[in-house]
């Protein structure tokens, strides 16, 4: 029997084909390609990370000719990033699954690390599926008809603390069955994995669950689990070990409650691709079969890599095994999969010139935004109205109006053109800014007597300290060219222009942090601290990301 992902998964590609009314993904027309980070190297091979950002967690799918993939977002809104490719290794993201997070007051404002965790991704009787856990109130589904959206509104799976990292299995005889984890964090356990039968909409558990596996002596913070079914064997795919040094392992069994047979399919190795594991299985169009998981790399976050993958003795083994063990290790480069023709080279977007109604959808939200946050128009620039957030808000950290990205490369440099327009009544500021767990940027910040370019700094703002500020300068003019270069080690250093031509450096040095679960986020924003009947406005022409520039000359 030819191989596939799973007996269900080539049933669902069958029914993609064969159904008319199935919205296929948005042609890839104004196709970006970044200056900073492209996995496909032109000559029939591609490079690891296939995307050098934090899309952690990710899982993928194929149906038909199209391969999707969601990862985690956690509080960023929207939420439930969905990506298209057609070869695995250029993506674009096409649109979110997730407008506004329930339950909607809390996420209101940042719950950092919350939210949507390990999401998982299937397409079924002519409909997509995404399953998300949130690790305090439970696990979700939401369904489409077409990738892109619309979404329907998330519906309650399974209530209840601790849940985590779903994934649905529609078996042959007709059963639904839902894998999850559990974070020891909410649940006081973890390392184990549990099954439940869903009704037949999959919209609701139907029975208190079974506990499969145990991993608390051979494969402590078992989690992720993936659930699939190929040549009578029921497999689970799940990580061991914790994030940062941990190994995928391979569970699978003739019952889908087991007992399950253990097998460590790839690990670290000699490779120095740290933590290689929880992802997705997929297969080409041509047989071929692949992985797709994530490495940790701290303020970079955790990055997508693509593995060969092959099955052995009804095991698979992912990555390259060169000492035919059975466990793989990563691949730094490889051949591209084999889909049965070439596609053009495509990456996620990075910049945005603000030319259209219609935001980047690279951009997220710290929490639930509000449509008073901000203006896209026809004129050429994005504007950020200043909002003031609750009193009891110390810093940025805990400001929901900030506008972030994912870091896109391992060096970079971002630079944006702001004209600000404060409203004299208030205390208002708005610039760039590189968030975590500690946070550092350029403002225009406008006091009393005039508009001032600062640079701001906040050691430890998770903790709740005050940011600091430094004035570099009083403006005559109220447009700046904003810059931060990020170079090896997160290492950011800011600087600024007043003609867009010779930039001045500005503050000190500033080595990005990880934010909760995530890496470091570059961006923009504009606050102010009272509360009156208007506002005034920051007005961002574009936001750009080159390569890094060397230094300009001395002056």
């Known amino acids: 029997m030819k191989n596939t992902v799973a007996a269900v998964c080539l049933l669902l590609t069958m029914n993609a084909l064969a159904q008319k009314n199935i919205s296929p993904a948005p042609a890839s027309s104004n196709r970006y390609i970044s200056k900073v980070w492209v996995a496909d190297q032109g000559n029939g091979t591609y490079k690891n990370p296939v995307l050098n950002a934090d899309y952690s967690d990710p899982d993928a799918i194929r149906v038909g000719n199209d391969f999707y993939l969601v990862s985690s977002s ?266 049965g023709k070439v596609y053009p080279i495509e990456t996620p977007a990075e910049s945005d010139e603000f030319n259209t109604v219609e935001l980047g959808k690279q951009w997220q939200w710290m929490a639930n935004p509000k449509s008073t946050w901000l203006a896209t128009t026809n004129a050429g620039y994005l504007r950020l109205f200043s909002y003031k957030s609750a009193d009891t808000v110390k810093n940025l950290w805990e400001a929901p109006n900030v506008l972030l990205q994912k870091t896109p490369a391992d060096e970079f440099m971002a630079t944006t053109k702001m004209t600000f327009k404060p409203n004299i009544k208030l205390d208002e500021k708005a610039g760039l800014v590189m968030m975590g767990f500690s946070y550092a940027g350029l403002t225009m910040h406008y006091k009393k007597d005039g508009i001032y370019l600062t640079y701001i700094d906040c050691k430890d703002a998770v903790k709740g300290n005050k940011e600091k500020e430094e004035t570099l300068l009083k403006m005559a003019e109220p447009t700046v060219y904003l810059r931060v270069k990020v170079t090896a080690g997160a290492v950011c250093r800011f600087s600024y222009s007043l003609d867009g031509t010779t930039f001045t450096d500005a503050g000190t040095e500033f080595k990005a942090e990880v934010g909760r679960w995530i890496g470091a986020r570059v961006g923009v924003f504009c606050t102010r601290t009272t509360q009156i009947n208007d506002s005034g406005y920051a007005d961002f022409d574009w936001f750009r990301v080159e390569p890094v520039a060397p230094p300009d000359p001395p002056r």
């Not at 139907?206 to 009578?232: A, F, Q, S, W």
């Open 74 to 339: 956690f509080e960023d809104m929207p939420g439930l990033p969905i990506l298209h490719s057609n070869d695995l290794v250029n993506w674009r993201i096409i649109g979110h699954a997730l407008f506004r997070q329930p339950p909607y007051d809390h996420f209101s404002k940042p719950q950092h690390g919350d939210g949507v965790w390990a999401p998982a991704i299937r397409f079924h009787n002519g409909e997509f599926y995404i399953y998300y856990p949130d690790p305090d109130y439970g696990i979700y589904v939401l369904k489409a008809k077409s990738p892109a959206g619309p979404w329907s509104e998330p519906v309650l799976v399974a209530g209840g603390s601790g849940l985590i990292d779903p994934c649905p299995l529609w078996d042959d005889d007709g059963t639904v069955y839902l894998v999850h984890g559990w974070a020891g964090s909410r649940a006081g356990i973890k390392s184990i994995i549990t099954i439940n039968k869903l009704n037949s909409a999959g919209t609701k558990v139907i029975d208190e669950g079974v506990m499969v596996y145990d991993g608390h002596e051979t494969d402590p913070t078992v989690e992720g689990p993936k659930l699939y079914k190929r040549n009578g064997y029921y497999y689970i795919f799940a990580p061991a070990g914790g994030v940062p040094a941990g190994w995928q392992l391979a569970l699978r069994s003739k019952n889908i409650y087991g007992p399950y047979e253990r097998k460590v399919v790839m690990d670290q190795g000699k490779t120095s691709i740290n933590g290689p594991h929880q992802g997705a299985w997929v297969d080409t169009q041509t047989g071929e079969d692949w992985f797709l998981h994530f490495q940790d790399k701290g303020p970079y976050g955790r990055v997508t890599h693509l593995q060969p993958m092959k099955w052995v003795d009804n095991w698979p083994v992912i990555g390259t095994d060169p000492n035919h063990t059975g466990k793989g290790e990563p691949v730094t480069t490889y051949k591209k999969p084999n889909v």
